[in-house]
């Protein structure tokens, strides 16, 4: 099973917004509703910000959304903070109780 | 409130055998499926495993980089969940998560535990 490919880096400045692809294929992300995105700030455990493609979980921004098109998932930050500057990781069931991670993108807030 | 703990990280010869845990609290574990997710130095994130529940036959599945390797297995009268490394490569250097598995995505993360394989 291969990494879901992931930018490398994703730029914005503050009040902008960045969009995050995630490409897989028919046997992830195009064949499950199962997308999820975690952030991921320097030394932190990863957080839930997006499941199920495009539901938030309590207490995160909805300046956070996600969605799907065939194989691509997104995830698109608006209204940009320096508090969003962080790592981003998409991941998709695989079927078979497997899951399959994105290669991960940074954000950077200009 | 939700806690999810690891423990049992440390520095291993290459071959050697490690044994994780992770102690979760405040919600019905018995009823959930937990994963590990694991995170070399510097690197991505990486699905090392997951372990079903009770009503699912405790099923568990690995990625190809650690199967026949690597065992799952938990605990329900104590709440937890461990990771059996076995075989060890300097590659599977990383820190390691547990998490919950809600809604095929996971919700809670613990803080981690550090696992150095090196001579």
């Known amino acids: 099973q291969s990494a879901l490919t992931q930018p490398p880096s994703a730029p914005g400045s503050p009040g902008q917004s960045v969009t995050i692809s995630c490409t897989g294929t028919s046997s992830d992300v195009g064949g499950y509703n199962y997308v999820s995105w975690y952030q991921q700030h320097p030394g932190k455990a990863p957080k839930l910000m997006i499941y199920?493609?495009?539901e938030r979980p309590a207490g995160v921004p909805d300046r956070f959304s996600g969605s799907k098109s065939g194989n691509t998932a997104s995830l698109t930050v608006s209204g940009l903070q320096a508090e969003d500057e962080a790592d981003y990781y998409c991941t998709s069931y695989a079927g078979n109780n497997r899951y399959v991670f994105g290669t991960g993108t940074k954000v950077t807030v200009l | 409130e939700v806690q999810l703990v690891e423990s049992g990280g440390g520095l291993v010869q290459p071959g050697g055998s490690l044994r994780l845990s992770c102690a979760a609290s405040g919600f019905t574990f018995s009823d959930r499926y937990m994963n590990w997710v694991r995170q070399a130095p510097g690197k991505g994130l990486e699905w090392v495993g997951r372990s079903t529940s009770k009503a699912e036959s405790y099923t568990t599945e690995y990625a190809a980089s650690v199967k026949g390797r690597f065992t799952i297995s938990r605990d329900d009268s104590k709440n937890s969940v461990y990771l059996q490394m076995n075989s060890l490569k300097t590659e599977d250097t990383a820190v390691y998560f547990c998490?919950?598995?809600?809604?095929?995505?996971?919700?809670?993360w613990g803080q981690g535990t550090l696992v150095t394989v090196s001579s």
């Open positions: 998490t919950r598995d809600t809604f095929g995505s996971m919700d809670y």
């Open positions: 199920q493609v495009s």
